[in-house]
Protein backbone atom coordinates (compact mmCIF):
# COMPACT_ATOMS: atom_id res chain seq x y z
CA UNK A 1 0.00 0.00 0.00
CA UNK A 2 0.56 3.31 0.14
CA UNK A 3 3.79 4.60 2.09
CA UNK A 4 4.52 7.54 4.01
CA UNK A 5 8.49 7.01 4.72
CA UNK A 6 10.86 5.20 5.44
CA UNK A 7 12.56 7.28 8.48
CA UNK A 8 10.22 8.78 10.07
CA UNK A 9 10.88 8.84 13.81
CA UNK A 10 9.28 6.00 15.93
CA UNK A 11 7.55 5.60 19.05
CA UNK A 12 6.90 1.99 20.97
CA UNK A 13 4.40 1.78 23.61
CA UNK A 14 2.74 -0.98 25.05
CA UNK A 15 -0.80 -1.55 24.46
CA UNK A 16 -2.67 0.09 27.43
CA UNK A 17 -0.22 2.67 27.94
CA UNK A 18 -0.62 6.15 27.45
CA UNK A 19 1.30 7.85 24.25
CA UNK A 20 2.61 11.22 23.41
CA UNK A 21 3.80 12.80 20.17
CA UNK A 22 5.49 15.63 19.73
CA UNK A 23 5.49 18.07 16.85
CA UNK A 24 7.46 21.54 16.62
CA UNK A 25 5.42 24.05 14.40
CA UNK A 26 7.65 26.51 12.27
CA UNK A 27 5.25 29.55 11.51
CA UNK A 28 4.60 31.85 14.98
CA UNK A 29 1.81 33.21 12.53
CA UNK A 30 -0.07 29.85 12.43
CA UNK A 31 -3.25 30.08 13.83
CA UNK A 32 -4.76 26.57 13.27
CA UNK A 33 -3.39 22.97 13.62
CA UNK A 34 -4.31 19.57 13.08
CA UNK A 35 -3.64 16.14 13.96
CA UNK A 36 -3.87 13.48 10.98
CA UNK A 37 -3.41 9.76 11.57
CA UNK A 38 -1.96 7.69 8.65
CA UNK A 39 -2.63 4.10 8.25
CA UNK A 40 -0.70 2.02 5.91
CA UNK A 41 -2.03 2.32 2.64
CA UNK A 42 -4.57 5.07 3.56
CA UNK A 43 -4.59 8.37 3.15
CA UNK A 44 -4.27 10.74 6.12
CA UNK A 45 -7.17 10.91 8.32
CA UNK A 46 -7.85 14.06 10.39
CA UNK A 47 -8.24 13.19 14.57
CA UNK A 48 -8.23 16.39 16.26
CA UNK A 49 -7.73 20.24 15.76
CA UNK A 50 -7.22 23.31 17.47
CA UNK A 51 -7.16 27.10 17.29
CA UNK A 52 -4.43 29.36 18.79
CA UNK A 53 -6.92 30.99 21.32
CA UNK A 54 -6.67 27.45 22.74
CA UNK A 55 -4.19 25.66 24.66
CA UNK A 56 -5.87 22.28 25.00
CA UNK A 57 -8.70 20.46 23.35
CA UNK A 58 -9.87 17.09 24.21
CA UNK A 59 -11.68 14.17 22.19
CA UNK A 60 -12.30 10.95 22.46
CA UNK A 61 -9.08 9.61 23.72
CA UNK A 62 -7.37 12.09 22.03
CA UNK A 63 -5.75 15.28 23.79
CA UNK A 64 -4.11 17.99 21.76
CA UNK A 65 -2.04 20.67 24.03
CA UNK A 66 -0.72 23.75 22.37
CA UNK A 67 2.10 25.53 23.31
CA UNK A 68 2.94 29.00 21.50
CA UNK A 69 5.50 30.36 23.63
CA UNK A 70 7.71 27.43 22.37
CA UNK A 71 5.60 26.72 18.70
CA UNK A 72 5.36 22.75 19.99
CA UNK A 73 1.95 20.89 20.06
CA UNK A 74 1.32 17.42 21.39
CA UNK A 75 -0.66 14.22 21.09
CA UNK A 76 -2.14 12.39 24.00
CA UNK A 77 -3.58 9.40 23.55
CA UNK A 78 -5.05 7.85 26.11
CA UNK A 79 -4.97 3.92 26.49
CA UNK A 80 -3.40 3.14 23.05
CA UNK A 81 -4.67 0.15 21.25
CA UNK A 82 -3.21 -1.97 18.28
CA UNK A 83 -5.44 0.09 16.23
CA UNK A 84 -4.00 3.29 16.89
CA UNK A 85 -0.34 1.54 15.06
CA UNK A 86 -0.09 4.30 12.34
CA UNK A 87 1.90 7.31 11.52
CA UNK A 88 0.64 10.23 12.85
CA UNK A 89 1.61 13.97 11.56
CA UNK A 90 0.70 17.73 12.75
CA UNK A 91 -0.20 20.54 10.21
CA UNK A 92 -0.42 24.27 10.53
CA UNK A 93 -2.66 26.78 8.56
CA UNK A 94 -2.42 30.94 9.13
CA UNK A 95 -4.94 33.42 8.45
CA UNK A 96 -6.87 30.89 6.78
CA UNK A 97 -5.40 31.11 3.99
CA UNK A 98 -4.66 28.29 1.51
CA UNK A 99 -1.53 26.79 2.66
CA UNK A 100 -1.06 23.89 5.00
CA UNK A 101 2.13 22.59 6.09
CA UNK A 102 2.61 19.25 7.44
CA UNK A 103 4.70 17.66 9.79
CA UNK A 104 6.70 14.46 8.10
CA UNK A 105 5.16 12.46 10.96
CA UNK A 106 6.41 10.03 13.35
CA UNK A 107 5.49 6.39 13.07
CA UNK A 108 3.43 4.50 16.60
CA UNK A 109 3.55 1.16 17.21
CA UNK A 110 1.26 -0.75 19.60
CA UNK A 111 3.20 -3.49 21.32
CA UNK A 112 0.09 -6.30 22.65
CA UNK B 1 -12.32 8.77 2.91
CA UNK B 2 -16.31 9.07 2.62
CA UNK B 3 -16.74 11.44 -0.61
CA UNK B 4 -14.08 10.92 -1.76
CA UNK B 5 -12.82 8.69 -4.50
CA UNK B 6 -9.05 8.78 -6.53
CA UNK B 7 -8.87 7.01 -9.89
CA UNK B 8 -7.13 5.32 -10.82
CA UNK B 9 -5.55 3.65 -7.63
CA UNK B 10 -2.10 2.15 -9.19
CA UNK B 11 -0.52 3.15 -12.24
CA UNK B 12 2.48 2.45 -14.07
CA UNK B 13 3.56 4.64 -16.84
CA UNK B 14 6.73 5.26 -19.33
CA UNK B 15 8.75 8.52 -19.50
CA UNK B 16 7.66 11.13 -21.25
CA UNK B 17 3.58 10.01 -21.73
CA UNK B 18 0.73 12.08 -20.46
CA UNK B 19 -1.03 10.92 -16.89
CA UNK B 20 -4.40 12.33 -15.44
CA UNK B 21 -5.56 11.52 -11.98
CA UNK B 22 -9.04 11.99 -11.48
CA UNK B 23 -10.69 13.07 -7.72
CA UNK B 24 -14.30 13.03 -7.93
CA UNK B 25 -16.36 14.38 -4.32
CA UNK B 26 -19.55 13.92 -3.06
CA UNK B 27 -19.52 16.52 -0.06
CA UNK B 28 -19.74 19.76 -2.45
CA UNK B 29 -17.12 21.51 -0.41
CA UNK B 30 -15.49 24.25 -2.84
CA UNK B 31 -12.16 23.66 -1.92
CA UNK B 32 -9.92 20.30 -3.60
CA UNK B 33 -6.14 20.55 -2.98
CA UNK B 34 -3.56 17.96 -4.65
CA UNK B 35 -0.44 16.76 -3.10
CA UNK B 36 2.14 14.52 -3.53
CA UNK B 37 3.59 12.45 -0.60
CA UNK B 38 7.68 11.36 -0.48
CA UNK B 39 9.41 9.83 2.08
CA UNK B 40 11.16 12.75 4.06
CA UNK B 41 9.08 15.55 2.57
CA UNK B 42 5.75 15.06 3.72
CA UNK B 43 2.60 15.93 2.57
CA UNK B 44 3.41 18.82 -0.29
CA UNK B 45 0.83 21.36 -2.18
CA UNK B 46 0.92 20.66 -6.38
CA UNK B 47 -1.79 22.42 -7.33
CA UNK B 48 -5.28 23.81 -5.50
CA UNK B 49 -8.69 24.72 -6.72
CA UNK B 50 -11.19 27.45 -4.73
CA UNK B 51 -13.90 26.89 -6.72
CA UNK B 52 -15.04 25.71 -10.19
CA UNK B 53 -12.61 26.88 -13.23
CA UNK B 54 -10.44 28.90 -10.27
CA UNK B 55 -7.35 27.11 -9.64
CA UNK B 56 -3.84 28.15 -8.10
CA UNK B 57 -0.35 27.21 -8.04
CA UNK B 58 1.14 25.26 -5.16
CA UNK B 59 4.68 24.84 -3.89
CA UNK B 60 5.91 21.44 -6.56
CA UNK B 61 3.52 22.67 -9.55
CA UNK B 62 6.13 22.18 -12.01
CA UNK B 63 5.51 19.69 -14.69
CA UNK B 64 1.82 19.50 -13.41
CA UNK B 65 -1.39 20.95 -14.14
CA UNK B 66 -4.95 20.68 -13.48
CA UNK B 67 -8.67 21.70 -14.44
CA UNK B 68 -11.89 21.75 -12.63
CA UNK B 69 -15.24 22.09 -14.81
CA UNK B 70 -17.55 21.14 -11.92
CA UNK B 71 -17.10 21.50 -8.19
CA UNK B 72 -17.40 17.69 -7.51
CA UNK B 73 -14.38 17.01 -10.16
CA UNK B 74 -10.19 17.75 -9.56
CA UNK B 75 -8.05 16.30 -12.38
CA UNK B 76 -4.29 16.72 -12.40
CA UNK B 77 -2.61 16.11 -15.27
CA UNK B 78 1.25 15.33 -15.95
CA UNK B 79 1.50 16.47 -19.58
CA UNK B 80 4.65 14.30 -19.74
CA UNK B 81 5.97 12.03 -16.91
CA UNK B 82 9.32 12.22 -15.59
CA UNK B 83 10.74 9.54 -13.06
CA UNK B 84 11.13 12.06 -10.52
CA UNK B 85 6.95 12.24 -10.44
CA UNK B 86 7.07 8.71 -9.26
CA UNK B 87 4.87 9.31 -6.05
CA UNK B 88 1.70 9.18 -4.16
CA UNK B 89 -0.50 11.19 -5.19
CA UNK B 90 -3.00 12.32 -2.41
CA UNK B 91 -6.73 14.58 -3.12
CA UNK B 92 -8.24 16.81 -0.34
CA UNK B 93 -11.51 18.24 -0.22
CA UNK B 94 -12.31 21.59 2.45
CA UNK B 95 -15.59 23.10 3.59
CA UNK B 96 -13.52 26.36 3.60
CA UNK B 97 -10.11 27.26 4.35
CA UNK B 98 -8.54 27.45 7.90
CA UNK B 99 -10.25 24.27 8.33
CA UNK B 100 -9.54 20.25 8.34
CA UNK B 101 -9.10 18.88 5.12
CA UNK B 102 -10.27 15.28 4.17
CA UNK B 103 -8.03 13.06 2.20
CA UNK B 104 -8.75 10.55 -0.63
CA UNK B 105 -6.87 6.51 -0.92
CA UNK B 106 -4.42 8.20 -2.72
CA UNK B 107 -3.06 6.94 -6.17
CA UNK B 108 0.54 5.35 -6.66
CA UNK B 109 2.02 6.53 -9.63
CA UNK B 110 5.15 5.03 -11.11
CA UNK B 111 6.89 6.70 -13.54
CA UNK B 112 9.45 4.12 -15.50
Known amino acids: GESVGLHLPTLSVQEGDNSIINCAYS??????FIWYKQESGKGPQFIID?????DKRQGQRVTVLLNKTVKHLSLQIAATQPGDSAVYFC???????????FGAGTRLFVKA | DAGITQSPRHKVTETGTPVTLRCHQT?????MYWYRQDPGHGLRLIHY???????DKGEVSDGYSVSRSKTEDFLLTLESATSSQTSVYFC???????????FGPGTRLTVL
Open chain 1, 91 to 101: AENSAGGFKTI
Open chain 1, 50 to 54: IRSNM
Open chain 2, 49 to 55: SYGVKDT
Open chain 2, 92 to 102: AISESTGNEQF
Open chain 1, 27 to 32: NSASDY
Open chain 2, 27 to 31: ENHRY
